[in-house]
């Protein structure tokens, strides 16, 4: 299945360092560090559930690591390493990551646009790939103000095609990172919306998009 949360496109995010006198340059410096991921025992707690419009949803929250997000009820709640959960159903993976980072809120990376270059670079980068278009690019904030970025893009590789939605925060100098990959095949019209022809996309967008951040 596809990847973890923690997209190997997003890892440049964690590798990022803020020059000592604030001041941000036009290109980012790339820092060559491993990041330790720390894989946490989550206290996690599930809320009360909630209905939308294509099914009902429950809230996931997990206290310890200062998220919470809606999933399907349906999907299995699992562990993959690397993410800090992972959930599954639909022909989607969605997964969460959440890493350590010297920096305080994604303004310090550069715009939505920017990243998302930066993502589908990476993702070009790969022997597997063969193409990669960036369909979204947008920003919102969250509860508590909270900067953050929901990307969408479309990925052909050798191994197959996806729909790829990821939400990039930084809050308390931690970068959380929810990636949702769907299976797909583009369509003549050059759509990609999910094996199910966009029931599936529909709700990983739902989850992906009710991702934030609590207060400590």
């Known amino acids: 299945m596809a990847g973890t949360a923690q997209s190997q496109g997003l890892q440049w995010l ?13 290109k980012l410096a790339l820092e060559r560090r491993a990041l330790l991921l720390t894989l946490l025992a989550a206290a996690c707690t599930p809320a009360a559930q909630a209905e939308a419009a294509d099914g009902a949803l429950v809230e996931y929250v997990n206290v310890k690591e ?7 009820t349906a999907w299995e709640q699992t562990s993959k390493a690397g993410a800090d959960v992972l959930f599954l159903g639909d022909g989607t993976e969605v997964g969460i990551t959440v890493s350590p980072i010297r920096i305080k809120s994604l303004e310090q990376f550069g715009t939505p ?6 993502l589908l670079g990476a993702e070009r980068a790969k022997e597997s790939t063969k193409s990669v278009e960036l369909l979204g690019a947008s920003e919102r904030r969250g509860a508590h103000q909270v900067l953050i970025y929901d990307l969408d893009y479309f990925v052909s590789t050798t191994r197959g095609e996806k729909r790829v939605l990821s939400t990039v925060a930084v809050d308390r100098n931690r970068l959380y990172i929810v990636n949702a990959s769907i299976k797909c095949r583009r369509s003549a019209a050059g759509t990609c919306t999910g094996e199910d ?6 709700r990983a967008r739902a989850v992906a998009q009710s991702f934030d951040t609590v207060a400590a």
């Open 66 to 72: 200062g998220y919470r997000l809606l999933r399907p």
């Open 113 to 118: 646009q920017f990243v998302g270059d930066k």
């Open 14 to 26: 964690t590798q990022q360092t803020v020059p000592e006198n604030n001041a941000w340059p036009h």
């Open 197 to 202: 022809g966009g029931p599936a996309l529909a």
